[in-house]
C-alpha cells in the first residue's frame, strides 16, 4: 500500500489508531488518574475532526471493496462533527464515579462504531456493508449496556443485540439472495444487472428490512423505545442522531446505486413505510413524558420525514436528506445535551421535573426550546429549511398527498413539542430544577449545537455544497 | 441599502437591544423607540412611493431588490412594494407602534415580552415585502409562532389551551399552503426552464388548468385558515379572548390580514382560473362567515369575545369580497383589511384597558363608564360607530365600496349572496350598540368603578393613534384607494383574462 493508499482510508485509519492509543494510555494510567482519559480523547478526537477536513485524497482500493470520494468525505464528516458533540456533551456524565473505571471504554466502543459506519459509507460490495455494519452495531449493544449495574440498562444492551441480531440476519438473507441471482456482491455490477424478477424483489425487501430496522421505521422500531430509555444520555443520543444518520447515508446511497431499476417499486414501499412511521411515531411520542423516551419516538417520526428525501430520486432529493441529517444532528443533540445536562446534574428526565425550569435555568431553557423549534421546522431555524427542502424533494417527484401528510405531522409534531415548551414556560412548579453551572465542555457542545442551528438555514454554500457532490438515481 | 429591508432590520435591532436593557422602564422605552422609527420609515415610504408613482414610474413593484440565495432551487431573497402591501405596511407598523403603548405596563417577563411582539411584527412586515413565496412563507411561519408563548405566558382565561389551539390550527393550516406552494414552485415555469418562486414570475406563466383545481382549495383555505374562514374560524375567539391586550391587536388587527392578502396575492392570482371555477364554494362560506360572525358577535357576553366574532365577520367580508374578483371589491377588501385592522386593534387596546381599571369584561357587570372614563367611552363609541359603517370613518368607505363591486356582478348568485352579506352591516349595529349602551351608558353597576381613573398617557397615544388614522381613512379615502387602485390594475387584468371559463352559476 503506497502512502496515498493510506490517505484514502484516513478517516478509519485514524480513528483506528485513536482506539489503540486510549487503549494503552489508559493502561498506564493510575486508577486516580484515570479521568484524564477525558481531555486526551477530546483533543484527539478534535484533532481528527479537523483533519477529515483538510483536502483529501480520492480514490478506489481493494479492487472496488473500498472506495472514498467528495460525498463520502462528507458523510463522514458530518458524523465526525455530531460525534464531537456527543462526546463533549457525556463529559459530565462520564466523570460520575460510577464510571471511574471504565471512561477509556466509552471511547473506544463508540469509536469502534464510528469506524463500522465509516467502513459502510465508504463500502464498494455489500461484503464490506455487512463487515461495516457488524462493526458498528455490536459495541452498540455494548455501549447501550454501559451503566451495567442499573437493571434498565443491562436490559437495553440485551434488546438491541438480540434485534440487531435478527435484522443482522434478516439483511444477510436479503444478500445471499441478491448474490445467488446475480453472481456478484460489487454495487455497480449488480445495479447493472438488477430487475424486477420476483427473486430480486424479494431480496430487495429483505435488504430494506434490514436497513429499517436500523433506522427504526414502523413497524420495525419496537425496539427503540426501550433500548433509547434503558442506555445512558449520551448514548441515546449517539443512537438516535448519530447511528441513525449513518444508516440513513448507507440507504440512500444503495438504494440510488444499486436498486435504482426498481426505483419505482421501493417508491411505492417507501410511502407506505414513510405514511406509517410519522404517524406511529408521532402518536407514541404524544404520550411519553420521560424525556429520552420521549425524544426517542420523535425521532422515529423524523426518520419517516427522511424517506420523504429518499423517495425524491433526484439529486435535490439526496441533498435534502443529507441535509437534513446534517440539521437533525445539530437539532437533536441539542435537545438532548440539555436532558444528558439536567440528567448529569440532577438525575432527573421526566417531563414534569421540566416544569418552571424557565425561572432556573434560563440559558438551557432557551436552547431546548431553539432545539425543539427546529425539530419540528419552525423558521427561521436551520430544522425549517430542511424540513422544507425535504418536501419540495417528495414534490418533485409529484407526491403532493404524501407532502400534505407530512407536513400535518409535522403539525402534530408541534404540538408534542410544543408541550416542552409549556413545561419549561408555562407550568407552574413549587420546586423547580435548581439553578446549576454546567461545565465548560457541555457548553461549548450546547453553543456548537445554537450555532449549527443558528447558521446551517441562512448560510446556503452549505446547501449548494451538498448539492454539488450528491447524485441522482443513475439511469 | 434597500429601504425595505430596513423593515426587517429595525426589528432585530430592536429585539437586540432589548437584550441588554436591566429593567422594565428601558425595555419598553427602547421597544417604543425602535417601533417608533419603523412608523416613521412606514410613513417614509408611503411618502416616496407616492413620489415615485407621481413621476411616472409604473413598474408594478418599486424598491425592488432581488438577491440568490438557494441557487440549486433557485431560492431568492426577493422584496418589492405596490400599493397594496405600502398600506398594508403603514397599518402593520400603527398598530404595532399602538401596540407597545397598549402594553406599556407589562411587568411579568417583560423583555421576553417584547422580544416576542416585535419578532411576530418582523415576521409580518417580511411578509409584506416578499415576492419570493419561499420567504413569503417563511416569514408567514415566523409570525405564527410566537404567539404561542404570548398567549401562553401573558394571557388570560383557558390561556394554555387558546394558544395550542391557534397555535395547532394555524399550522395545519400553513400545512395546507405548503403544498399549494411546492404545487405552484413545481409548474412555475414552462417544463424544461428553470423553476421559480418569484412572484411575478410566476404570474407569467399559466399554472395548468388541472393543476390549478388541485392546489387552488389548499392555497385558499390555508390562508382562509388565517383569515378566519368558516369553518376553521375557531381559533380566533378563543385565541383573541385569551391574548393580551396588545397580542389581540396585532393579531386581529395585521395577522388575519395576511390571509386575506395571501388569498389574493397567491391563491387568486395565480390561479385565476380555479379561482372562478371554485369561487362559489369559497363565496358560500365566506357569507357564512360574514353572517355567522356577527350573529356570535350579538349572542357573547364578554367584550373580547364580541370583539373577536365582529372580527370573524369582517374578515369574512374581507375574504367574501376578494372572491367577487372585479376592481371595486378588490379596492374594497383592501380598504377593509386597513379599516378593520385599526378598528379592531383600537377595540382590544381600549378592552385591554377598560379589563386593566374594572377587572371584568362581562358587559351585563359592567355599567355607566362612560361617567367614570370619559376619553375611554367617547373613543369606544368612536370606534364602534366606524365598525358598524357610520360615513366619515373607515368602515364606511370599506363595506360601501365593497358591497357596490359585489353587486356589479349581474347574476342572481351574487347578487342574493351580496344582499344576505349585507344583512350583517344591521347585525353589526345591534351589538356595537347593545354594547355601548350597557357598558358605557346607563347606572354604574358597581361601587367600586367609581373610583377608576381616565385614560393616562400612553393609552391615549395608543388610542388617538388608531383613532385618527381610522377618521383620516374615513374623511379622504381618495388617496388610500387610488395608491390601491393602480396597483390592482394589473391584478385584476390577469384574473379576469380567463373569465370566460365555465362558471357554474
Keep these: ?475 | 441599502m434597500n429601504i425595505l429591508s430596513l423593515f426587517i432590520l429595525i426589528p432585530l435591532l430592536t429585539i437586540i437591544a432589548i437584550l441588554f436593557t436591566s429593567n422594565m422602564k428601558q425595555t419598553r422605552v427602547v421597544s417604543a423607540i425602535g417601533m417608533g422609527i419603523q412608523l416613521i420609515l412606514a410613513g417614509l415610504l408611503v411618502f416616496l412611493y407616492l413620489t415615485e408613482r407621481n413621476t411616472g414610474n409604473t413598474a408594478a413593484m418599486l424598491f425592488y431588490y432581488d438577491a440568490v440565495w438557494f441557487p440549486t432551487l433557485n431560492i431568492h431573497y426577493t422584496i418589492g412594494v405596490d400599493g397594496i402591501s405600502v398600506a398594508m405596511i403603514a397599518l402593520t407598523s400603527l398598530v404595532v407602534f399602538a401596540g407597545i403603548f397598549a402594553s406599556w405596563m407589562v411587568d411579568y417577563l417583560y423583555r421576553e415580552f417584547f422580544i416576542s411582539l416585535i419578532l411576530l411584527a418582523s415576521g409580518v412586515f417580511g411578509f409584506f415585502i416578499s415576492l419570493d413565496i419561499f420567504t413569503m412563507f417563511l416569514f408567514y411561519e415566523l409570525a405564527v409562532i410566537p404567539m404561542y408563548l404570548l398567549i401562553g405566558l401573558w394571557g388570560s382565561g383557558p390561556k394554555e389551551y387558546s394558544a395550542m389551539k391557534l397555535t395547532l390550527m394555524l399550522m395545519a393550516g400553513s400545512a395546507l399552503l405548503f403544498v399549494a406552494i411546492l404545487g405552484i414552485y413545481f409548474y412555475s415555469a414552462p417544463a424544461g426552464s428553470q423553476l421559480t418562486f418569484n412572484l411575478l414570475e410566476i404570474a407569467k406563466n399559466h399554472i395548468p388548468i388541472e393543476m390549478q383545481r388541485f392546489l387552488f382549495p389548499f392555497a385558499f383555505i390555508g390562508f382562509g385558515v388565517l383569515g378566519a374562514l368558516f369553518p376553521f374560524h375557531t381559533w380566533s375567539p378563543d385565541g383573541h379572548a385569551s391574548a393580551p391586550t396588545a397580542v389581540s391587536m396585532l393579531h386581529a388587527g395585521v395577522l388575519m390580514k395576511l390571509g386575506g392578502y395571501g388569498v389574493f396575492r397567491i391563491a387568486i392570482y395565480l390561479m385565476p382560473e380555479a379561482a372562478h371555477e371554485q369561487a362559489w364554494i369559497f363565496l358560500i362560506l365566506t357569507g357564512i362567515s360574514v353572517v355567522y360572525g356577527a350573529f356570535g358577535a350579538v349572542v357573547q357576553k364578554d367584550l373580547k369575545y364580541i370583539n373577536a366574532y365582529s372580527s370573524v365577520s369582517h374578515c369574512g367580508l374581507v375574504l367574501f369580497a376578494i372572491l367577487m374578483m372585479n376592481q371595486t371589491a378588490l379596492n374594497g377588501a383592501v380598504i377593509q383589511m386597513i379599516s378593520h385592522g385599526l378598528m379592531t386593534a383600537l377595540f382590544f387596546a381600549l378592552i385591554g384597558m377598560i379589563y386593566g381599571r374594572t377587572h371584568t369584561r362581562l358587559i351585563n357587570e359592567m355599567g355607566g363608564l362612560m361617567k367614570v372614563m370619559p376619553f375611554l367611552g367617547v373613543v369606544y363609541v368612536i370606534a364602534g360607530l366606524a365598525s358598524l359603517g357610520l360615513p366619515g370613518l373607515s368602515g364606511f368607505v370599506a363595506e360601501m365600496t365593497i358591497f357596490i363591486g359585489s353587486f356589479q356582478h349581474t347574476d342572481t348568485f351574487h347578487r342574493v349572496l351580496t344582499i344576505v352579506a349585507t344583512s350583517s352591516i344591521v347585525i353589526t349595529a345591534v351589538y356595537i350598540l347593545r354594547v355601548v349602551g350597557t357598558l358605557l351608558l346607563g347606572p354604574i353597576k358597581n361601587d367600586h368603578f367609581l373610583h377608576l381613573t381616565d385614560a393616562l398617557w400612553y393609552e391615549k397615544l395608543s388610542t388617538l393613534t388608531l383613532l385618527l388614522s381610522i377618521a383620516a381613512i374615513g374623511m379622504a379615502p381618495l388617496w388610500l384607494s387610488d395608491m390601491i387602485n393602480f396597483s390592482l390594475g394589473p391584478i385584476v387584468e390577469k384574473i379576469n383574462s380567463v373569465a370566460t371559463v365555465a362558471h357554474l352559476f
Excluded at chain 1, 494510555?25 to 475532526?49: C, G, R, V, W
Excluded at chain 1, 434485534?163 to 445495479?191: K, Q, V
Design chain 1, 1 to 475: 500500500m503506497s502512502i496515498n493508499d493510506f490517505m484514502t482510508m484516513r478517516h478509519e485509519l485514524i480513528l483506528a489508531a485513536l482506539v489503540l492509543l486510549v487503549l494503552i494510555i489508559d493502561m498506564n494510567l493510575k486508577k486516580s488518574q484515570k479521568q484524564l482519559i477525558i481531555p486526551i480523547s477530546l483533543s484527539l478526537f478534535f484533532i481528527h475532526t479537523v483533519v477529515g477536513f483538510l483536502p483529501a485524497q480520492t480514490g478506489v482500493l481493494f479492487g472496488g471493496m473500498y472506495h472514498t470520494d467528495a460525498l463520502t468525505l462528507l458523510m463522514k464528516n458530518i458524523l465526525n462533527v455530531g460525534v464531537f458533540i456527543v462526546l463533549l456533551q457525556s463529559t459530565t456524565w462520564l466523570k460520575h464515579s460510577d464510571n471511574g473505571d471504565k471512561i477509556s471504554e466509552f471511547y473506544i466502543l463508540l469509536w469502534s462504531t464510528l469506524i463500522g459506519m465509516n467502513f459502510m459509507i465508504s463500502s464498494g460490495d455489500f461484503l464490506m456493508l455487512y463487515l461495516g455494519l457488524e462493526l458498528a452495531t455490536i459495541p452498540m449493544a455494548a455501549l447501550a449496556a454501559y451503566t451495567h449495574h442499573q437493571t434498565r440498562s443491562a436490559e437495553a444492551g440485551i434488546k438491541l443485540i438480540l434485534s440487531s441480531a435478527l435484522s443482522s440476519g434478516i439483511l444477510l438473507f436479503g444478500l445471499s439472495m441478491i448474490y445467488g441471482t446475480t453472481g456478484s456482491i460489487y454495487f455497480d455490477t449488480i445495479g447493472a444487472v438488477y430487475s424486477n424478477a420476483p427473486l430480486q424483489v424479494l431480496a430487495f425487501i429483505f435488504f430494506f428490512t434490514g436497513m429499517a430496522f436500523k433506522i427504526s421505521l414502523v413497524p420495525f422500531h419496537l425496539w427503540t423505545a426501550d433500548v433509547y430509555e434503558g442506555s445512558p444520555v449520551n448514548v441515546t443520543s449517539y443512537f438516535s442522531v448519530i447511528s441513525k444518520g449513518a444508516s440513513v447515508f448507507i440507504l440512500i446511497m444503495v438504494m440510488y446505486t444499486v436498486f435504482h431499476s426498481i426505483a419505482y417499486l421501493w417508491k411505492d414501499i417507501a410511502y407506505l413505510i414513510a405514511v406509517m412511521t410519522m404517524t406511529i411515531g408521532n402518536l407514541f411520542a404524544l404520550r411519553q413524558k420521560n424525556m429520552k423516551r420521549f425524544l426517542a419516538f420523535s425521532s422515529i417520526a423524523q426518520a419517516g420525514f427522511i424517506l420523504l428525501g429518499i423517495m425524491g430520486g433526484n439529486k435535490i432529493g439526496m441533498t435534502a436528506t443529507i441535509y437534513f441529517v446534517l440539521v437533525y444532528i445539530f437539532s437533536n443533540l441539542g435537545a438532548f445535551g440539555v436532558v444528558s445536562a439536567i440528567s448529569a446534574k440532577t438525575g432527573k428526565e421526566s417531563m414534569d421535573d421540566y416544569d418552571g425550569l424557565y425561572s432556573t435555568n434560563p440559558m438551557l431553557t432557551l436552547l431546548m426550546m431553539l432545539s425543539v423549534f427546529s425539530l419540528a421546522g419552525i423558521p427561521p431555524l436551520a430544522g425549517f429549511f430542511g424540513k422544507f427542502f425535504l418536501f419540495t424533494s417528495a414534490a418533485s417527484g409529484g407526491y403532493y398527498w404524501l407532502v400534505f401528510i407530512a407536513v400535518l405531522n409535522a403539525t402534530i409534531s408541534l404540538y408534542y413539542y410544543l408541550l416542552v415548551v409549556k413545561a419549561m414556560f408555562i407550568n407552574k412548579n413549587e420546586t423547580p430544577i435548581a439553578f446549576f453551572k454546567s461545565d465548560n465542555l457541555t457548553r461549548a457542545g450546547l453553543l456548537i449545537c445554537t450555532l449549527g442551528i443558528f447558521i446551517l438555514g441562512f448560510w446556503s454554500q452549505i446547501y449548494e455544497f451538498i448539492n454539488s457532490v450528491s447524485f441522482a438515481i443513475v439511469n
